[in-house]
């Protein structure tokens, strides 16, 4: 499905060049779900947006079922049948759920209840709703993961799809990405959450931009969750890494 062949990213900023990706060569075949995880600044979502191609790479390729898509922009792409669920939902004004709903189906010719009754949102109250600051952050989040289901794109990202959802709201988005995966299709999903990871069939860890572990969903997970211990053995409270002068 997806080809990256050694990806680099490099930003500009006040006269100062930063290395954000390095020579990330990756497959992604089709029926599978892989996550992408790693710590805060590891380039997770750059990634991702390089395959969506919010970014373009400083050097690499992206080929997608055989085609090198490097230089495409996001419309090209979304046409080819890549989506993205966003980690920050953008707002329109002026634009209602029911007319994102619209657009999105225009590729896939679903119905517009459907992917919001999917994520648990009634679509007589959610439909003509704006979509604006009027929306909690929760609610901008559901309506953005229905928007890509509606889509039903061959090539899913979903960026930390947990992020300002409840606890319930996440435990339904946990069961709705894993039912609506298609065995033609890829699922890619940043996370840092036990529950995703648990559901998918390989890991990808990111460190400091570049790829240091990936494997089945069995043989990186207890790597990471180790590495994540405190040296007393006990879950550390902070998610931070082994410390050999803790005692909690």
Request: hydrophobic share 35%; proline share 5%.
């Given at each position: 499905?997806?080809?990256?062949?050694?990806i680099g990213l490099?930003?500009?900023?006040?006269?100062?060049?930063?290395?954000?990706?390095?020579?990330?060569?990756?497959?992604?075949?089709?029926?599978?779900?892989?996550?992408?995880?790693?710590?805060?600044?590891?380039?997770?979502?750059?990634?991702?947006?390089?395959?969506?191609?919010?970014?373009?790479?400083?050097?690499?390729?992206?080929?997608?079922?055989?085609?090198?898509?490097?230089?495409?922009?996001?419309?090209?792409?979304?046409?080819?049948?890549?989506?993205?669920?966003?980690?920050?939902?953008?707002?329109?004004?002026?634009?209602?759920v029911t007319d994102?709903?619209?657009?999105?189906?225009?590729?896939?010719?679903?119905?517009?209840?459907?992917?919001?009754?999917?994520i648990g949102l009634?679509?007589?109250?959610?439909?003509?709703?704006?979509?604006?600051?009027?929306?909690?952050?929760?609610?901008?989040?559901?309506?953005?993961?229905?928007?890509?289901?509606?889509?039903?794109?061959?090539?899913?990202?979903?960026?930390?799809?947990?992020?300002?959802?409840?606890?319930?709201?996440?435990?339904?988005?946990?069961?709705?990405?894993?039912?609506?995966?298609?065995?033609?299709?890829?699922?890619?999903?940043?996370?840092?959450?036990?529950?995703?990871?648990?559901?998918?069939?390989?890991?990808?860890?990111?460190?400091?931009?570049?790829?240091?572990?990936?494997?089945?969903?069995?043989?990186?997970?207890?790597?990471?969750?180790?590495?994540?211990?405190?040296?007393?053995?006990?879950?550390?409270?902070?998610?931070?890494?082994?410390?050999?002068?803790?005692?909690?």
């Amino acid at each position: 499905m997806l080809e990256l062949k050694q990806i680099g990213l490099k930003f500009l900023s006040d006269e100062k060049e930063s290395t954000i990706l390095e020579g990330i060569s990756l497959t992604f075949e089709r029926g599978r779900i892989y996550a992408l995880t790693g710590p805060n600044g590891s380039g997770k979502s750059s990634l991702a947006r390089v395959i969506m191609g919010i970014h373009l790479p400083t050097t690499g390729q992206v080929i997608y079922k055989g085609e090198d898509i490097t230089a495409l922009g996001i419309a090209e792409r979304a046409r080819k049948g890549i989506g993205y669920a966003f980690q920050h939902p953008a707002r329109f004004k002026g634009l209602r759920v029911t007319d994102m709903m619209e657009i999105a189906m225009r590729r896939s010719g679903n119905h517009e209840c459907w992917p919001l009754l999917k994520i648990g949102l009634c679509p007589d109250e959610y439909l003509e709703r704006p979509l604006d600051a009027s929306l909690s952050g929760g609610e901008s989040k559901r309506i953005e993961v229905a928007t890509l289901l509606a889509q039903d794109p061959d090539l899913r990202i979903f960026d930390e799809p947990e992020a300002g959802i409840d606890l319930w709201s996440f435990e339904q988005l946990v069961e709705v990405i894993g039912s609506s995966h298609r065995p033609n299709g890829t699922t890619i999903i940043i996370s840092h959450q036990e529950k995703i990871l648990n559901m998918v069939d390989e890991i990808i860890l990111l460190e400091d931009g570049t790829v240091t572990l990936r494997g089945s969903q069995a043989e990186i997970w207890p790597q990471i969750r180790e590495s994540t211990r405190c040296s007393c053995r006990r879950d550390c409270p902070r998610g931070g890494m082994p410390h050999a002068d803790c005692s909690r």
